[in-house]
């Protein structure tokens, strides 16, 4: 198995887990709706992080960038 393959792995499971746990919360609110919203909310944050850490971005200080950071 790869490096790359295992990554995804690693960030499959994280997600699968965010989803059941916005289930969980939407179940305890009484709308599952709000829960995946949320869920797929958090999980695109997730991905956005995973992968600038992956690609060894994060903390690189470029003076020239002014967007915003995670």
Known sequence: MTQRQRGRR???IGTV???VG???FGLILQNVW????LAAAISI???I???SRR???EGIYDRD???AQL
């Open 10 to 12: 690693f960030w499959v």
């Open 17 to 19: 887990l965010l989803f």
């Open 22 to 24: 916005g289930i969980l």
């Open 34 to 37: 709000i829960g995946l919203v």
């Open 45 to 47: 944050g997730w991905l």
């Open 49 to 51: 992080a995973y992968e």
């Open 55 to 57: 690609g060894r971005n």
């Open 65 to 67: 960038d002014d967007g």
